[in-house]
């Protein structure tokens, strides 16, 4: 080995390409983050978001806080979900192009139950979803704890369409509007439709997802900000039909973005590639919105500067018949 990097691998061959992940560090990776804590209480309307203090608190990373008109699609991987090494729930949140994804925020925390995990993917997704025009997929992993964040999801959305006093009183409503979910389908299914909801990994679909997520990174059409994310990516190794982090080392943040890549690439990304909403044309449009907003500010300013001159008019023409009036008279 040339670096204590590759000298870590002790097994197995490397998974992901230093020097793509070393592309990607130089590139995307971002410090400059707003870190975020969260208080559960006995409801979820009693759940309080902090800015955390410091390090030791810091559940929520966000890069990039929501925008209009934007697509999202968040993961869940929960502890203990994805095998029984994982203690640390994840959940990453990537906003959807035509051409790629970014990674907007990263959720990464041990001491959370199944569920206070769904009350803080409630939270993120209703977050993400409330701008105008905007859209939430999200995919979660159902093994073991998993199924438990589920049920409490559905339990709480049944809570908001009928109205729950705790709920009502705190004016919560609406925040699976613009929330989809992933459904399953074989890669080899003849069939149009799904056959589940979300995602029960195997080691064949692991395999798959985590094929798909290093293509995507080796390209860079998936642009990775987190640098806890890059540090897992270094540890995994592929021995044999087996992909995973080496030795008791975690793969949590891994895991749930490999999901969220596989749910944009098969679900999300067509409609947006028939859209032609890429990283370009999205940057174009909002300069565009920019630039119309500005034309029609100046349009009104200018109505408003011409309104005020021909009621200026109107004003001298009516006070000159009032002069030429009063003069008749007098003569």
């Avoid at 006995?42 to 008109?69: C, G, H, Q």
């Amino acid at each position: 080995p040339w670096t204590e990097d590759e000298a870590f691998q002790q097994t197995g061959s490397v998974f992901f390409a230093g020097e793509k992940l070393k592309e990607q560090t130089d590139k995307y990776i971002s410090r400059k983050f707003t870190p975020y804590m969260f208080l559960p209480g006995t409801e979820f309307s009693d759940m309080k978001v902090y800015k955390a203090e410091n390090t030791r608190n810091i559940e929520l990373k966000v890069w990039e806080p929501p925008v209009a008109e934007a697509v999202y699609v968040l993961s869940a991987d929960p502890a203990f979900g994805e095998n029984e090494h994982n203690d640390r729930s994840s959940l990453q949140v990537l906003r959807c192009y035509a051409d790629g994804v970014d990674q907007v925020a990263e959720y990464a925390y041990s001491l959370i139950s199944t569920r206070h995990l769904a009350w803080v993917m409630a939270g993120i997704m209703a977050w993400y979803g409330n701008e105008p025009m905007s859209e939430v997929y999200y995919i979660l992993e159902i093994n073991g704890p998993g199924g438990a964040v589920l049920q409490e999801l559905k339990s709480l959305k049944f809570q908001i369409e009928n109205g729950y006093a705790p709920l009502e009183e705190q004016g919560i409503k609406n925040i699976f509007r613009n929330v989809k979910q992933f459904i399953y389908q074989r890669p080899d299914s003849l069939a149009g439709g799904g056959s589940a909801w979300h995602w029960k990994m195997t080691t064949q679909t692991k395999v798959m997802i985590l094929e798909e997520l290093r293509g995507f990174v080796s390209n860079a059409q998936f642009r990775i900000r987190s640098h806890d994310l890059i540090e897992e990516m270094k540890t995994i190794a592929r021995d044999g039909d087996s992909i995973s982090a080496e030795g008791n080392l975690k793969d949590d943040r891994v895991i749930a973005a490999a999901m969220a890549v596989h749910y944009w690439d098969t679900r999300i990304r067509r409609n947006m590639i028939i859209q032609k909403r890429t990283r370009e044309a999205e940057v174009a449009k909002k300069l565009k919105s920019v630039i119309d907003q500005t034309a029609l500010f100046n349009q009104n300013m200018m109505a408003a500067f011409m309104g005020n001159k021909q009621q200026t008019r109107v004003q001298a023409q009516r006070l000159a018949g009032v002069l030429l009036a009063g003069l008749g008279v007098l003569l």
